[in-house]
C-alpha cells in the first residue's frame, strides 16, 4: 500500500522558469536519501531563449545534484571546471562535498528553442561523507543499463533495482529509475529498498483500486512489493532507498548539521566558494529568506 500521495507544487526559479517541485514536502521530506525533486517541464520554450530563465551560478554543499532530461538539452559548468553538455537519457551527478558552484544554461537550445522536460533531483550523503571533496560525473544514455519484460521498460538511472546495477557512483544503498509500461502492463516496485516512491511522468496508473496522474508522487510504505498497473501507455520515475537520518535543508544547501548550513551562507557571501570557471560573470546571491 501506499502511505502518501505527494501533489506539484509550481515554483518559479527565477527569471520566469517555472518548475513542478515534489520534494521536499512538509508531511514527507524524504524517501530513501531523496531529499529533492523538480520537474523541469514540460516547457515549449520559443526561439531565442532569454538568458534570463537560464540558472545562473549558486552554491551548494552536502548533497548531490542528479540532472536527467526528457527532452531538450542544458549545458552544465562547474567551479572544478567542468563543462558538460546534459542530452535526454544521461545522467550528471555532481556532489557537493564541502562546497561547489554550478550553472545550468540552455546554450544548445538558445537560438533554436525547443522543448525541454526532465528531472532535476537532489540526493543526500551520509554524514561520513558530507565533507568529501566535490566531484563530477557524467554518464551517457548508452552507459546505464536498459531492461524490457512483458510490457514495462526502462533506464536504471543509478543505484541497483530490477536484477541489475548502474555503474554510477553513489554514496548510499538506492534505486532510480525512467520506466515506461505499455496498456495494462504491470509494475512491481523493488522489494529489497525499505522506503520507495514512483512520480507519475505521463498517463495513468492504478494501484489498489486507485487511479493516479501526472504529477503525483505516490510514495509506499515499507515492506512488500507495490504493484502499479498502466491504464494506457505511462512513464514513471521510481525512486528510494536507505534513509540517513534527519537533514535540514535551507536554499540549495543541506547538512545533517544546522551550524554547517550558516557556515555555507557565510562563504556564499563572502565568496570563498569558487565560481564556475567558464561562467564567472553573474551569481545567484544569498537570499534573505527561503520560501
Known amino acids: 500500500m501506499h502511505d502518501l500521495v505527494i501533489e506539484t507544487r509550481e515554483h518559479d526559479l527565477g527569471g520566469g522558469f517555472k518548475v513542478g517541485r515534489v520534494l521536499p514536502f512538509r508531511q514527507r521530506r524524504m524517501v530513501g536519501p531523496f531529499i529533492f525533486f523538480d520537474r523541469m517541464g514540460p516547457h515549449d520554450l520559443p526561439a531565442p531563449i532569454p538568458q534570463r530563465i537560464d540558472v545562473r551560478p549558486h552554491p551548494h554543499i552536502g548533497l548531490s545534484t542528479v540532472t536527467y532530461l526528457f527532452e531538450g538539452q542544458m549545458t552544465h559548468r562547474d567551479s572544478l571546471g567542468v563543462e558538460q553538455d546534459i542530452l535526454p537519457g544521461a545522467l550528471n551527478w555532481m556532489t557537493a562535498g564541502s562546497g561547489i558552484s554550478h550553472s545550468e544554461r540552455f546554450d544548445g537550445m538558445r537560438s533554436q528553442g525547443g522543448r525541454m522536460d526532465g528531472i532535476q533531483a537532489w540526493v543526500a550523503v551520509p ?74 511522468v505521463s498517463g495513468l496508473v492504478e494501484h489498489e483500486g486507485q487511479r493516479y496522474k501526472a504529477g503525483q508522487m ?74
Open 127 to 200: 554524514e561520513a561523507n558530507e565533507e568529501d571533496a566535490p566531484a563530477f560525473d557524467h554518464y551517457a544514455s548508452d552507459a546505464l543499463p536498459l531492461f524490457s519484460e512483458n510490457g514495462m521498460s526502462g533506464r536504471l538511472i543509478a543505484g541497483s533495482a530490477f536484477g541489475m546495477s548502474s555503474p554510477a557512483k553513489t554514496h548510499s544503498p538506492l534505486f532510480y529509475a525512467d520506466v515506461a509500461l505499455q496498456s495494462d502492463a504491470r509494475m512491481a516496485l523493488p522489494a529489497e529498498h525499505p522506503e520507495r516512491a514512483a512520480y507519475i
Open 218 to 291: 505516490l510514495v509506499f510504505a515499507p515492506g512488500g512489493a507495490p504493484e502499479l498497473k498502466a491504464l494506457g501507455n505511462a512513464r514513471l520515475m521510481v525512486l528510494g532507498g536507505e534513509p540517513l537520518g534527519t537533514r535540514h535543508i535551507w536554499w540549495n544547501f543541506v547538512s545533517s548539521r544546522k551550524e554547517r548550513i550558516e557556515q555555507a551562507k557565510a562563504d556564499w557571501l563572502a565568496g570563498r566558494i569558487a565560481l564556475p570557471e567558464h561562467d564567472s560573470s553573474e551569481f545567484i546571491p544569498l537570499p534573505q529568506t527561503v520560501a
